[in-house]
């Protein structure tokens, strides 16, 4: 039997990747990370860095710094110590590749429990299921491995705190699961195996009413996927996993009574190695501080790899929201270019948001004219005995 496993996990890895190969090879006659034009950077898991809730995903992908809600723990684990509600829980479903095949899908688990006025606890499910797949060494029927079903999923736990009124810290553990050969049987001297790793999050929140301009300025910072290398085939090939820094802010200004207006502004960095040869072999700790300085271009092809997500949020008597946003990437990084638009809305506990995405670089995406969904349910605060700390 051929070397199956390098060429079936390659295959895999590109499925489970296929939003940035179908949106990244500017030259479809070139293998990706053979163009000497095409720079972008891969990594093991990708499906942690895809927008699971429909919110952000209408507001260009932005959410460091948006006001708090039942999904803040992915953005920002600071930001969950700010909602002002008792406890809840949302459920997100995003198709994948929803125009060329139907058994592909991301799924999103979240809820919340406030357990006083300063300290958020959460946890959430991530699921990415990438369809069947049929095996074969060849053509003919002998030669069949059976159905494969590729998964990956992700649970978080996440503990924020406020610090003072206006500031707030938080962090999250995270346990990965990567099962690119699903069920499949390969074959004997096939070295498979689930790829695991165990990440961090950290995030600090800082948010503050501007006086006498009935609005809110809100800052937010985070560094997601600090963990390690994660290998399908043993510790001798390993792959960095997403680490990122997102950095933003948000502004929101009330129009009046009834209307609501907020400007988001994310910037996003992977702090794993720019493609060179022997960059995957980098030990953990050194990939990802020299992140910042290792690009063959220089300081501007570092600012290259700087993706940005803006997006605009309105609300009319905070029970109907419209949404929109654009996330850019140059060109030799990936070159994701799209606009997106959003819909929201909420009575009592009760709420739901949905999303579109509409590609501008020419290119096909796996996101491409589909909706997105989120629906929540949230119970109120319940009235606390004791006397918080910071007062």
């Known amino acids: 039997m051929m070397k199956k496993l390098s060429l079936y996990v390659a295959l895999i890895f590109l499925s489970a990747n296929s939003a940035f190969v179908f949106a990244q090879n500017n030259n479809p006659g070139v293998v990706i990370g053979q163009d000497p034009l095409n720079k972008n950077i891969t990594t093991a898991v990708p499906f942690l860095t895809i927008t699971p809730d429909s919110r952000a995903a209408g507001m260009g992908d932005a959410g460091v710094a948006t006001s708090p809600d039942v999904n803040s723990a992915y953005w920002n684990a600071g930001k969950l110590a700010f909602i002002d509600k008792g406890y809840g829980v949302s459920l997100s479903y995003t198709p994948?590749?929803?125009?060329?095949?139907?058994?592909?899908k991301l799924v999103y688990l979240s809820g919340f429990y406030k357990i006083n006025r300063e300290e958020t606890v959460g946890m959430s499910l991530k699921y990415f299921d990438l369809g069947k797949i049929n095996l074969n060494t060849g053509p003919l029927p002998s030669q069949s491995l059976g159905t494969a079903n590729p998964r990956e999923f992700a649970i978080d736990v996440t503990y924020s705190r406020l610090l003072s009124e206006h500031f707030s810290i938080g962090g999250s553990l995270r346990y990965v699961?990567?099962?690119?050969?699903?069920?499949?049987?390969?074959?004997?001297?096939?070295?498979?195996?689930?790829?695991?790793?165990?990440?961090?999050?950290?995030?600090?929140?800082?948010?503050k009413p501007l006086k006498n301009k009935n609005a809110t300025?809100?800052?937010?910072?985070?560094?997601?996927?600090?963990g390690a290398k994660m290998s399908y085939t043993g510790p001798t090939s390993s792959n960095f996993i997403p680490t990122n820094l997102r950095l933003g802010g948000a502004y929101k200004t009330e129009l009046n009574a009834l209307n609501t207006l907020t400007f988001a502004l994310d910037f996003n960095k992977?702090?794993?190695?720019s493609p060179a040869p022997g960059s995957t072999q980098k030990p953990l700790l050194s990939g990802i501080l020299g992140s910042f300085g290792d690009a063959s271009g220089g300081f501007s092809e570092e600012l290259r790899e700087v993706t940005i997500s803006a997006g605009v949020e309105y609300w009319y008597n905070q029970t109907f929201a419209g949404r929109l946003g654009y996330f850019y990437?140059?060109?030799?990084?990936?070159?994701?270019?799209?606009?997106?638009?959003?819909?929201?809305?909420?009575?009592?506990?009760f709420g739901f948001d949905g999303a579109y995405m509409i590609p501008t670089n020419g290119r096909e995406s796996?996101?491409?004219?589909?909706?997105?969904?989120?629906?929540?349910y949230i119970w109120p605060t319940k009235a606390k005995a004791e006397e918080s700390v910071t007062d």
């Open 96 to 104: 994948w590749l929803a125009k060329i095949i139907n058994d592909m």
């Open 177 to 207: 699961n990567s099962n690119l050969t699903g069920s499949a049987n390969l074959g004997s001297g096939v070295d498979a195996q689930v790829g695991q790793s165990v990440a961090v999050d950290l995030g600090v929140f800082y948010t």
């Open 217 to 226: 300025l809100s800052l937010g910072a985070s560094i997601s996927n600090i």
């Open 270 to 273: 992977l702090m794993v190695p």
């Open 329 to 349: 990437e140059a060109q030799d990084k990936g070159n994701r270019k799209y606009l997106t638009a959003g819909i929201g809305f909420k009575k009592d506990q």
């Open 366 to 376: 796996a996101l491409a004219e589909t909706f997105r969904l989120t629906v929540m």
